[in-house]
């Protein structure tokens, strides 16, 4: 299967398109079309195991891979996953259940593509790449940096920079990324929001004379964002294995429909379920959930979409995105995959950080997104009451998804069976989980830690417990005007 861009570049296989990570004019990369599973491939899939699932998902897009080559990524990066399992389904009333995306090395769901996508994208290398090494770039709002940092941590031919808000991420999210081993990992904090920085390595993704520098010194750029469909398509896999895996369990029929209430920031994770509807997965409602950064809800509900609005700072750092990237791709569907559509949008977007879309049009095509949004105090109270009903701790991005999939439910009434997306431990959100639990307030993360531990009983995972004892070793913090600059300062000191 090709790959076009979404402005209009030419189509690339599915391994250039990973390797690239964004095409050479800014358009995000999409399949040439969208394969469908017939009820016959659902069925034989049910009995299988999650790798066995992904890989028949992505042969569908990638045939210049062979299935034996994507069923043992699969199983590698999914033996890294609690269990095996990268995406377990827990029943909380019968009526709603909860995705767990966590269970990776870095407690976020960003794991599951990311552990995936640096074999798919060293495959790609050999099989693509003119011997050149590969730069990643990420700019990450806390969860993306880590997870990217321990899936390319000493990958061959590879080095990985990721720039992140300094005041922006959560402190044991800081910790995390500073702590990173790897003789090939860079952690660099900007001074400014997440949005500077995708702005700013987006930029440099499209500008032709830093990528003749970096082909001087031997480098070829690519992201470990979810503008790279290599992170898209693993995504995927879990909303079709969690349908798969209701039916398995006889909560539905094979055919019913069920919704996914989804945390939201750059509308990759909604987007992944999106591409499962088309692909033929019975999904009625996909419920985006926004915190105060409500630009999407806003969206879906008036056409509108304007990036002029203040910027929150909330306890769901991972949301606080006002220039949602994977949007693009929604465009270009909406535009009947017209590039020039989505370049005229895009262009009124940089140039006045809004633009408008008929919003009959929005409805008639895309009826099953609903935009909710949650306050912080909405948020709290989301995990508080579903400790208190459900005896089941949220973390604050779930919790949105909660409050949001909570207010639909008031506002339809509708019946059918729901999936909260899970997207991060509670643990990794100790401070805000806590106090809003107890109204305590305990600066100290670990500490933090502790008393939500003692508080909910609900156990600590290895991967941050083992944190305390380590010392930041990437402190670095520039202003965010410098990341060009710096990331050639880095790769200069890396060849000498
Ligand atoms: C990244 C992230 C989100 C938002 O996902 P998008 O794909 O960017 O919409 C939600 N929750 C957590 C914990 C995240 O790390």
């Known amino acids: 299967m090709e790959f076009i861009g979404t402005r209009g570049a030419p189509p690339v296989y599915g391994g250039v398109a990973i390797l690239k990570g964004i095409a050479p004019d800014g358009g995000l990369y999409v399949p040439s079309s969208f394969p469908r599973l017939k009820r016959e491939d659902l069925e034989n899939m049910l009995w299988m195991d999650y790798p066995e699932r992904a890989a028949c998902i992505m042969k569908e897009f990638l045939d210049d891979y062979t299935e034996a080559e994507l069923k ?18 827990t029943d909380i009333d019968g ?12 407690l976020a769901f960003k794991d599951v593509a990311l552990t995936i996508l640096p074999y798919l994208m060293t495959s790609a290398r050999k099989k693509y790449a003119g011997g050149e090494k590969t730069l990643i770039l990420v700019a990450t709002s806390g969860d993306t940096g880590k997870a990217a940092l321990e899936g390319f ?16 991420v ?21 001074k400014g929001n997440f949005d500077d920085a995708q702005t700013a390595v987006k930029r440099i993704f499209t500008d032709p004379e830093c990528k003749r520098k970096l082909q001087e010194m031997g480098y070829a750029l690519s992201s470990a964002n979810s503008i790279n469909w290599g992170r898209l398509m693993p995504q995927i896999v879990y909303y079709v294995s969690a349908y798969l895996d209701l039916v398995g369990a006889e909560e539905i029929d094979m055919g019913d429909e069920v919704n996914f209430a989804v945390p939201t920031g750059n509308f990759g994770n909604v987007l992944a379920a999106y591409y499962a509807r088309k692909m033929g997965i019975p999904i009625g409602k996909l419920i985006v959930a926004s915190n105060v ?48 559509f989505v370049r005229k949008i895009m262009d009124e977007l940089s140039r006045f950080g809004m633009y408008t879309v008929d919003l009959e049009v929005l409805e008639e095509k895309f009826p099953e997104f609903q935009g909710y949004c949650a306050t ?73 830690i502790k008393r939500l531990h003692n508080f909910t009983g609900v156990r600590v995972p290895e991967e941050i417990a083992g944190l305390e004892n380590e010392t930041p070793v990437h402190t670095l913090v520039i202003e965010k005007e410098d990341m060009e600059q710096t990331i050639f300062d880095i790769l200069r000191a890396k060849d000498e």
């Open 72 to 89: 043992e990524y699969a199983d590698k990066a999914y033996a890294r996953f609690e269990n095996g399992e990268p995406a377990p389904v």
């Open 95 to 106: 009526e709603t259940f909860i995705m767990e995306l966590f269970h990776g090395p870095t």
């Open 153 to 168: 941590k000493d990958v061959e031919g590879t080095e990985i920079i990721v720039f992140y808000p300094s005041d922006g």
């Open 170 to 190: 959560s402190d044991l999210q800081k910790l995390q990324m500073q702590t990173t081993k790897g003789s090939n990992t860079h952690v660099v904090g900007i």
């Open 293 to 340: 950064n409500n630009v999407l809800t806003d969206f879906f509900t008036t056409g509108k979409y304007d990036v002029n609005r203040p910027f929150h700072k909330t306890m769901s750092p991972s949301m606080d995105i006002l220039v949602s990237s994977n949007l693009e791709r929604l465009l270009f569907e909406m535009g009947g995959r017209d590039p020039g």
């Open 376 to 448: 912080e105090e909405d948020t709290a109270s989301a995990i508080d009451n579903f400790f208190e009903t459900h005896d089941y701790l949220l973390d604050p991005h779930t919790a949105v998804a909660v409050s949001a999939y909570y207010d639909y439910l008031t506002e339809t009434g509708d019946p059918t069976k729901t999936v909260i997306a899970s997207t991060a431990s509670p643990y990794k959100f100790a401070h805000d989980v806590l106090k809003s639990l107890t109204g305590v307030n305990e600066p100290d993360p670990f500490r933090a």
